[in-house]
């Protein structure tokens, strides 16, 4: 598919205000689904526990992070479809949308079943070879299997959600998935008092898939203009021209951004222990929510960006990557530094002081939410301008290099040696390059996107720093969800202050009033 700069294209047929609203809409049910399960994680964990030991725990999150690699059969047909998809509906063409989606969608059929045998095989070979104990063993291979059989199903109808995704539809999308949510907290607990034990939460993880995936389809017919999915449309050109320019390199993206995700939960089951999986897991869990918070923000823009791109108005495409780097790195790093100040006494209190790994660990868990929170808006930029190649192989680089210093820093350090090669792998790679490609592709120059993106930053968390120190002291000394709650609370609120001060321009102060103002017109709607 060519760049959208050099398209013709039809006139806009989606409005800036329909666009805006969109947007918000997408944001503000991404967060209702995320605040849904934030309470259903801090509730729910602790629960499980009472039923599973730690190795039964780290069993099902271990699967979760082992499967993940199958990303790699996707071939980058997702995120390709997504992003060319966003781009057509900036001018639209509604054969081609439907050349590319049943293209799309036949070609992912026929990897689903090539990714559940990928499955099958992991299930059979894994718990020997993480060493996983014998009484486990059979439980492993029937979690490995279940979960498979979910990754097949949900695969096979990802076009659905990726035309809704592309049409801006993502708050139908976010609705499916309070469903999906709510179905999976009452399967798992009914499973869980009926004796089922790890195998609850496996099959809970199917059934909630399974309804996700239906949904998906169900809606995408009645959402997406004119939609048709037929073996007629489908065209092997077009399947290969795709797979050729674009879609093989978001794959190599996609697996390694696989790998980076779960390579520190892996390399703790295969060199650590099997249990050191579920103290990575409960110390980091409070940054993985919160990155669940930040990722909307971005995800919620890219169908926009795309649409603003196909219609040629890269200088507003660039305004809206600017402004979302501010907001992700700045929100990702107050985040992190309040998360911080309050989480060793949080989880010590949620789920007891053998599951809490340490300042050293909590400390690197925070900083890399902070470099993922700078990297996403970049690799959002880069990909909704179809610039796969460039991006993709430096993630290469950075997944190859994380693999290495974490086999290398487990051996000597633990747990805190694979937390830090997430770091160092990240900071020598993608946040520094990935900023660079993005001011290319906008034809800018690197220094002025970092003065931009960058330094009005530096002013606000200088003693946003030295506060989180402070705090963590305080909590330090009392202990307990009060004193982290004050902690977290204190922080939050001073850094978001900052940003307000020192760092929003006009626009992006007048963009966070309108969120409030939709927030308080649906307040009122509800009274």
């Known amino acids: 598919m060519t760049d959208s700069a050099n398209t013709p294209h039809a006139t806009n047929h989606a409005p800036a205000p329909r666009r805006a609203h969109n947007y918000l809409a997408g944001v503000l049910t991404g967060y209702a689904v995320i605040g849904l399960a934030v309470v259903v994680n801090l509730w729910l964990t602790p629960f499980t526990l009472r039923f599973l030991d730690r190795d039964e725990y780290a069993l099902f999150v271990f699967s979760n992070d082992l499967l993940a690699w199958l990303v790699l059969l996707d ?34 059929l026929v990897l689903a079943l090539l990714m559940f045998i990928a499955g099958g095989a992991v299930a ?31 695969f096979a109808t990802q076009s659905f959600s990726s035309l809704l995704f592309a049409h801006q539809q993502i708050h139908y999308d976010n609705l499916i998935r309070i469903a999906q949510l709510v179905a999976r907290t009452v399967i798992t607990v009914a499973l869980l008092m009926t004796g089922w034990k790890v195998l609850s939460l496996a099959v809970a993880s199917l059934v909630s898939v399974s309804l996700f995936s239906l949904l998906s389809v169900v809606r995408a017919y009645l959402t997406v203009p004119g939609l048709k999915i037929s073996r ?44 050191s999986v579920t103290t990575l897991a409960l110390t980091g869990r409070a940054y993985e929510l919160a990155l ?61 002081a053998e599951n809490y ?8 868990m925070m900083l890399n939410l902070i470099l993922f929170s700078w990297v996403l808006p970049n690799r959002m930029a880069l990909i909704v301008g179809l610039r796969a190649r460039p991006q993709s192989l430096i993630r290469v680089a950075e997944a190859a290099l994380n693999l290495c210093l974490s086999v290398l820093l487990a051996l000597r350090y633990g747990l805190v040696g694979i937390a830090a090669a997430t770091a160092l792998a990240s900071a020598l790679t993608s946040c520094w ?19 931009e993106t960058a330094a009005p930053l530096v002013l606000p968390l200088l003693p ?22 004050v902690a977290v609370v204190t922080v939050g609120a001073c850094g978001l202050t900052l940003l307000w001060l020192f760092t929003f321009d006009a626009k992006m102060k007048e963009r966070a009033l309108g969120v409030l103002r939709v927030w308080s017109n649906l307040g009122e709607r509800a009274r």
């Open 124 to 154: 059979l070979f894994a718990p020997r070879v993480f060493h996983v104990r014998v009484d486990l063993q059979g439980q492993a291979s029937l979690v490995l299997l279940l979960l498979a059989l979910g990754m097949l199903v949900n």
């Open 75 to 108: 071939l980058g047909m997702t995120m390709g479809l997504r992003s060319q998809a966003a781009q057509l509906t900036g001018r639209p063409d509604r054969l081609m949308m439907n050349r590319l989606a049943s293209t799309t969608f036949f070609a992912q």
């Open 433 to 451: 390059q990935l900023p660079r490609l993005a001011a290319n592709y906008f034809g800018r120059e690197a220094r002025e996107v970092l003065r």
């Open 357 to 364: 790994g340490g300042a050293t660990l909590d400390a690197l």
């Open 232 to 275: 007629r449309l489908a065209s092997r050109s077009l399947l290969w021209s795709d797979l050729k320019g674009l879609h093989i390199w978001y794959a190599a993206g996609n697996t390694s951004g696989a790998v980076i995700q779960s390579i520190d939960r892996i390399i703790a089951a295969r060199i650590i222990s099997l249990a």
């Open 464 to 485: 946003l720093v030295a506060l989180a120190i402070c705090m963590r002291f305080f909590v330090a000394a009392r202990g307990g969800y009060l004193s982290a709650l």
């Open 292 to 352: 669940l918070l930040l990722t909307p923000l971005t995800a919620a823009a890219q169908p926009a960006v795309g649409q603003l791109l196909g219609e040629g108005q890269r200088a507003a495409a660039f305004d809206a990557y600017k402004q979302l780097t501010l907001l992700s790195t700045g929100a990702g790093a107050v985040a992190a530094l309040s998360l911080w100040s309050g989480n060793a006494a949080f989880v010590t209190r949620w789920v007891g």
